[in-house]
Antibody, heavy 116, light 112 residues
């Protein structure tokens, strides 16, 4: 079964840092472009960041650029989050980029809570 | 404000047909970028429902269909069932923004 599993979420103080990880099961993560998408409590989906299968192409949402860094190795996807703000509180989903077939599958998400 | 505009909510009785619109602009849907639709059931992660405007992944009921016209796209659901009650999101890409992917604000479907 094709599956993504995120980890690394938790409670962090405003201004702090956190590193999210994502592991793939049932397919070779290194051959796909990948995304992070977040969802604040009770809100809609917000695309956060993309990294290409070439390991070099990266994009960021304006809201996180300069604070978040996406990276990957052969087996895992990461999101380094620095200078965290209250508005970064959200469920963070790791999502495979299937190109013309959309974002699929999605992980179950890992919750990040930024507290003062 | 989302770059792609969806109605916050729609509703319908069991068996009825509903449509959810996704309005963009000439730099996203109108530029020919793919539109994908996702269904998010309560307490779960989203899943792709329609990709490339009109295509259904295997396992998705043919009660769900997508279309595109100009700078807008639509998701239609026929034969409404209680299990369809969920949030629905459109997603595309934009040539004018310094980002990669964009989502609509989401639409809550209520089955009366």
């Amino acid at each position: 079964e094709v599956q993504l599993v995120e980890s690394g979420g938790g409670l962090v103080q405003r201004g702090g840092s956190l590193r999210l990880s994502c592991t793939a099961f049932g397919f070779r993560l290194s051959t796909y472009s990948m995304n992070w998408v977040r969802q604040a409590p009770g809100k809609g989906l917000e695309w956060v960041s993309y990294i290409g299968a070439d390991f070099r192409t990266m994009y960021y949402a304006d809201s996180v650029r300069g604070r978040f860094t996406i990276s990957r190795d052969k087996d895992s996807l990461y999101l380094q989050m620095n200078s965290l703000r209250d508005e970064d509180t959200a469920m963070y989903f790791c999502v495979r980029d299937d190109g013309a077939e959309g974002f699929d599958p999605w992980g179950q998400g890992t919750l990040v809570t930024v507290s003062s | 404000q989302s770059v792609l505009t969806q109605p916050p909510s729609v509703s319908g009785a069991p068996g009825q047909r509903v449509t959810i619109s996704c309005t963009g602009s000439s730099s996203n849907i109108g530029a020919g970028h793919d539109v994908h639709w996702y269904q998010q059931l309560p307490g779960t992660a989203p899943k792709v429902l329609i990709y490339g405007h009109t295509n259904r992944p295997s396992g998705v009921s043919d009660r769900f269909s997508g279309s595109k016209s100009g700078t807008s796209a639509s998701l239609a659901i026929t034969g409404l069932q209680a299990g369809d009650e969920a949030h629905y999101y459109c997603q595309s890409y934009d040539s004018s923004l310094s980002t990669y992917a964009i989502f609509g604000g989401g639409t809550k479907l209520t089955v009366l």
